[in-house]
């Protein structure tokens, strides 16, 4: 720092969240000015004891909370200087990154579908799949459907472990359930959706869920939403087979990668669906 101004505290980082702050403070965040008091994604103070900062390799200071927002949407750039960031050190050794790649293409509903009553056009193909922090390896996934689907729960334990479905309509949420090798489980939620995306999912700080200091239970999460879409209370609690139309669709196809792909294409919605 080179020219404090003369609204500046001697030691920024005191700075009180309702600290005046001029145009020539907000211009003086900088590598050189990793004191910087204000936090340039959400513009407010950095001082006090109450929340936590996070230094980058690039020198930029932020808040840890608004810093892991920021890298959940995959923004894995500084917001300030655009150095990318290894998400996988820049948290520490005890936030583990896990992400979640969402790739949609448009589709055409298939003739038995349409027969079944369902719309021809506004389908996509969304094919998920799971990346693990490094270290780590998956042995299940189990996939917990928000209750419009007319599945309940789908556990894949071969790999590779990527769900597709052919989505239709709104966004719809799913829990994601992981299992690893070494028995350690996993839960976080995300939104399935027509557009590409790519989600980061900080373990254990910020997995998604609506209040990221409480931990995900996938039976549960969905649990006040039975009634409004007719499910019975068990709706999560029982085994249940994908319908009889889909099962020759889950065997696998020649040509891929393994045996263990598995296609959901088209079906995951029933008739009383979104
Ligand atoms: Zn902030
Ligand atoms: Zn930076």
């Known amino acids: 720092m080179t020219e404090p101004t003369p609204h500046q505290p001697d030691k920024p980082n005191q700075a009180s969240p309702g600290h005046h702050v001029t145009e020539a403070q907000l211009s003086l965040s900088s590598p050189t000015d990793s004191d910087s008091p204000l936090c340039a994604i959400c513009q407010s103070g950095m001082g006090g004891t109450d929340t936590a900062t996070l230094a980058l390799a690039c020198g930029h200071v932020f808040h840890a909370g608004c810093l892991h927002q920021w890298c959940h949407y995959a923004k894995d ?4 200087c655009r150095q990318s960031i290894d998400l ?10 896990w992400r979640v790649q969402n790739i949609a293409v448009p589709t055409r509903c298939s003739p038995e579908s349409i027969r079944l009553g369902l719309r021809p056009t506004g389908w996509v193909n969304v094919q998920l799949q799971v990346l693990p922090p490094p270290g780590i ?4 996934i ?3 459907f928000h209750p419009a689907f007319s599945l309940n729960t789908l556990s894949i334990d071969t790999a590779p472990f990527d769900l597709v479905v052919k989505l239709c309509s709104s966004s719809v949420t799913v829990v994601i359930d992981i299992t690893c090798d070494n028995d350690e489980k996993f839960a976080l939620v995300h939104t399935l959706e027509k557009e590409m995306c790519t989600r980061n999912f900080f373990e254990p700080l910020y997995n998604g869920a ?3 200091s409480k931990p995900i239970d996938p039976l549960t999460y969905f649990s006040q939403l039975l009634s409004v879409y007719r499910r ?5 609690s029982k085994e249940m087979q994908p319908p009889a139309r889909f099962q020759r669709r889950r065997q696998p196809r020649g040509g ?3 045996s263990g792909l598995m296609r959901f294409l088209g079906g995951l919605f029933g008739a009383d669906q979104l």
């Open 142 to 144: 189990r996939y917990v």
């Open 232 to 236: 019975a209370p068990d709706y999560y």
């Open 88 to 97: 996988n050190v820049a948290f520490g050794p005890d936030v583990r990154c």
């Open 256 to 258: 891929r990668s393994g």
């Open 210 to 212: 609506p209040d990221p």
């Open 137 to 140: 390896t998956i042995r299940a």
């Open 77 to 80: 750039v500084c917001p300030l």
